[in-house]
């Protein structure tokens, strides 16, 4: 299981929002540090295969990302997104499901599975246009590990979520991490300093830093902050 | 190799454990994929409120007409129709209304074939709304076939080139709006040509042309728009 990004770059009209951005991911959990605008959601879209790079690729075991195997083996959980208002959670579940390409008698098995993993088994059957904001965010996790996922992409994914979720949210990353690779992108760092094996770091479009969670050898916020002045 | 070898062998390859290459293949066969035909019920499924709420209706108008039998109420018919689109057409823009475009775009279908399926859908819908109005009109007015295709199918039409020429430009609440501004203004439209004596003069071959015309614009647009989500799915926003 391997994600190979070979020195991929997104350019629009007048600027450059990801420059060079290479490395190969095996199986954990790979947190993405970067402030607000520094490409992070560029470069989850192209991984996501939502957005083509201007320049170089994206591989995932081989495979490109507009293949239907590679498709089939990403869970991806945007940064912003929406729901159908008439829809219950289990309808939406049931729904993606579907896109995902899973058996019916599979994805109404798994649906109840990952309803009661995240916590919103008992409104399952209410419209989704009555979660509030943490509940929502929990829906769009549970989408994003349907189809039991290699190649897992999470988009500031503790936005909304209360401490208490948020706890067993990266619980729930730290178990899917042990097979999968999971990528997780945010602008606080606790949420992933202590179940990430690696950092990457982002400062407007390029990586400032790629390295192992156990060589920085200082408090992870501290090294962030000094990592974002010094450059 | 005498039978017992044979046995212990065939043991020890069923004590092995599954191979990756046999795990994918259950975990491929449970994920078995969806085929065309089973999106196109899905999204029917979805589509299906509004399509069969438009078509109880117009069985309703239809039926009426057939009793009351006046041209008036034809042409009440023929401005009733273009609300029919106005109720199924926004539907096709609702993944990026709702903001499901990008769940959608990520997913095995992507998102140009979620929207080819809606389109298929509602042309199909509009066919039978088409030739069911044919019918019924012909077997109770004594008008020539053209005719009542002009006044059938122009302002409904009309009004699916206008919506998605709409639709096609605005990606947002704005597009509702629109739609309801040029469903309005096609409503209008037959009650305009029954009042009008000049419309009335125009013969119907040329009628006919326009309506041609309209829907070589109308195949043009759902070509551009399908191509444009493509483009969306690979630039969003």
């Known amino acids: 299981m391997e994600l190979v990004l070979e020195n991929i770059s997104k350019g629009y009209k007048d600027k450059i929002a990801v420059q060079n951005v290479s490395g190969t991911f095996e199986s954990g959990v790979i947190g993405l540090l970067g402030a607000n605008g520094a490409g992070k959601t560029t470069l989850m879209r192209m991984i996501c295969g939502l957005i083509r790079p201007t320049e170089g690729k994206v591989t995932f ?39 995902k390409g899973l058996d019916k008698r599979a994805a109404r098995r798994r649906c109840e599975e990952l309803l009661k993993v995240v916590n919103l088994e008992d409104v399952a059957g209410k419209k989704i246009k009555n979660y509030s904001g943490g509940m929502k965010q929990r829906l769009g996790i549970a989408q994003a ?69 156990d060589n920085i050898g200082m408090d992870l916020e501290d090294f962030y902050l000094k990592k974002f002045e010094e450059d | 190799m005498t039978d ?14 599954e191979s990756d290459s046999g795990k994918a293949f259950v975990r491929k066969h449970e994920q078995r994929g969806m085929r065309l035909g089973e999106i196109m019920l899905l999204e029917t499924k979805y589509l299906g409120l509004r399509s069969a709420g438009c078509g109880l209706a117009l069985c309703l108008m239809l039926s009426l007409i ?11 018919l023929s401005s009733i129709l ?34 080819a399926t809606r389109m298929m859908i509602l042309g199909i ?44 430009r605005w990606h947002a ?51 551009l728009y399908f191509r444009e989500s493509e483009s969306l799915s690979w630039n969003l926003y």
């Open chain 2, 66 to 76: 057939a009793k009351t039998g006046t041209v008036h109420s034809m042409w009440v």
């Open chain 2, 173 to 223: 609440r704005e597009n509702i709006y629109g739609c309801c501004g040029v469903t309005f203004a096609t409503c209008i439209i037959p009650y305009l040509v029954e009042r009008s004596e000049y419309i009335s003069s125009v013969s119907q071959g040329w009628i006919g042309a326009v309506m041609v015309l309209v829907l070589i614009v109308t195949i043009v647009e759902c070509i």
């Open chain 1, 145 to 213: 590990v349907l189809n039991d996922p290699k190649l897992i992409i999470l988009d500031e994914p503790t936005a909304g979520l209360d401490p208490k979720e948020r706890v067993r949210f990266r619980n729930l990353i730290a178990e899917l991490g042990k097979d999968a690779i999971v990528i997780l992108s945010t602008h606080i760092v606790s949420d992933v300093e202590h179940i990430a094996d690696r950092i990457l770091m982002m400062k407007e479009g390029k990586i400032i830093f790629d390295g192992r969670l």
């Open chain 2, 82 to 115: 273009p609300i029919c689109v106005l109720a199924c057409i926004t539907a096709i823009d609702k993944s990026e209304r709702h903001g499901m475009g990008e769940f959608e775009a990520a997913s095995r279908f992507s998102l140009r074939m979620i929207i």
């Open chain 2, 4 to 17: 017992r070898e044979l046995k212990k062998q065939l043991k020890n390859v069923y004590s092995l454990e």
């Open chain 1, 61 to 99: 075991d081989g495979m490109g990302t507009s293949q239907e195997m590679y498709r089939d083996a990403i869970g991806y959980l945007p940064q912003d997104f929406g729901y159908y208002p008439n829809f219950t959670g289990r309808d939406f579940l049931m729904y993606m499901a579907a896109l």
């Open chain 2, 125 to 168: 819908f509009s066919l039978v709304i088409i030739v069911l109005g044919t019918v019924v009109i012909k077997s109770v007015f004594d008008i020539g076939l053209l005719q009542v295709l002009n006044c059938i199918c122009l302002p409904y039409l009309l009004n699916i080139m206008g919506c998605l020429i709409v639709i096609r």
